[in-house]
């Protein structure tokens, strides 16, 4: 018997009757069966779970593999932080803009004013948990908030990104008139839908001495400058509504007569991606990193008449560039802006979609094991 056993049996030696000597009987059986062997706390280190048995062990075997294969890089470039944890919080203020230009020479800007968000984040590993809160609010005094989702993994050999985006509590007219008489403006206008979403998976060529991670995640480190070429696939799809009817009489711009106040676009783009991304490490701790990559491609859909599907060209561009600083591989402090831009056109006009955003972090990391 154990000595948690005989120290239970010298507590309850004195006369136990009924319901309570059964009890006992219990307690005293079930610390008879423990081992002698001290208790240890529980660790969730790898090889501590691959220990647990047959299938933890294959999983462990699995993770290690993929890691190795998914995940190397020349230790010369770029070199992991060797924390599993990371605790972060960010600001993060995006805006989206319309710039229309009609055959006739025509001009209408658009822009938004800007969302902002504070968030919270836990990551361990490749999984990331957190808690986002508009604080938009505080500065433009909109209750609501336009609305944007990203999904991101990336690796050493490829990356793979999700993201949707829509705006359907207005924007404001900065700009419009004919050619020679553009004139700046500030006239709300809440008559607008607009949404799109995309899927891109892309592989990147010098993948042993470039990390998109360390550049735009904080999840690996570039200890010396390096960069890549890119390439891979762009699904994505667009829908911009606008009523220019919410506009009073005198305030509508000067649209073509067929679209009678009303523009509308519905598409589907099947692209193409390629780019090119480099990281500068120009003092120790600090990066700068840059992204570019044009997506070309098929498109299909309508401009201002369902009935009237048609395929085109399609062009859209993403742009990114960081500031990041790595403090002994523990802190890390880091600013992200990006631009999106897709290209709607027809023989009346050109109409160019922009997201631009601005994000700030900061956060550390850690191992609890």
């Known amino acids: 018997m154990t000595p948690q056993a005989n120290n239970i049996l010298r507590t309850l030696s004195a006369p136990l009757n009924g319901r309570r000597s059964l009890v006992a009987g219990l307690i005293l059986t079930l610390l008879a ?38 995940n190397t ?78 999904l991101q993994f990336n690796c050493s050999l490829f990356a793979l990104e999700y993201y949707t985006i829509s705006n359907d509590i ?8 004919p050619p020679g008489d553009v004139k700046s403006t500030n006239i709300k206008f809440n008559g607008i839908n607009t949404s799109s979403w995309g899927i891109d998976l892309y592989y990147f060529f010098n993948h042993k001495k470039y990390s998109q991670g360390a550049a735009f995640f904080y999840s690996k480190i570039q200890v010396k400058s390096g960069g890549s070429p890119f390439a891979g696939l762009s699904f994505w799809g667009q829908l911009c509504d606008f009523d220019f009817w919410d506009l009073p009489y005198d305030e509508r711009p000067q649209l073509p007569q067929n679209w009678n106040y009303y523009y509308r676009v519905k598409n589907k783009n099947y692209a193409i991606k390629f780019g090119y991304a480099y990281n500068w490490v120009f003092h120790r701790g600090w990066c700068l990193g840059v992204s570019e990559a044009p997506t070309m491609g098929l498109r299909k859909g309508y401009i201002n008449d369902p009935d ?16 990041i600083y790595n403090y002994k591989t523990k802190w890390f402090f880091g600013a992200v802006a ?9 023989k009346e ?11 700030a972090s900061a956060g550390f990391r850690f191992n609890l094991w």
Not at 170 to 177: A, D, E, L, V, W
Not at 313 to 320: A, T, V
Not at 349 to 359: A, F, Q
């Open 33 to 70: 069966l423990l081992p002698a062997t001290p208790t240890r706390a529980l660790n969730l280190s790898l090889d501590s779970i691959a220990a647990w048995g047959k299938f933890p062990n294959f999983c462990i075997k699995t993770y290690r593999w993929g890691d190795k294969f998914f």
């Open 73 to 150: 890089y020349d230790t010369t470039y770029v070199r992991s932080s060797g924390k599993r944890f990371n605790l972060k919080v960010k600001v993060d203020s995006w805006s989206d803009l319309y710039n229309f230009r009609l055959d006739d020479g025509y001009r209408m800007n658009m822009v938004s004013n800007p969302s902002s968000t504070l968030g919270f984040y836990l990551t361990y590993m490749a999984v990331s948990v957190g808690y986002d809160m508009n604080i938009g609010k505080y500065f433009n005094g909109g209750e609501r908030a336009r609305k944007r989702f990203n």
């Open 170 to 177: 207005g924007t404001s007219i900065r700009q419009m008139g």
């Open 308 to 323: 009237k599907m048609r395929s085109s060209f399609g062009l859209s561009n993403q742009m990114r560039m960081s500031l």
């Open 338 to 346: 990006r631009w999106d831009m897709a290209l709607i056109y027809d």
């Open 349 to 359: 006009h050109t109409l160019v979609t922009n997201n631009l955003s601005l994000e």
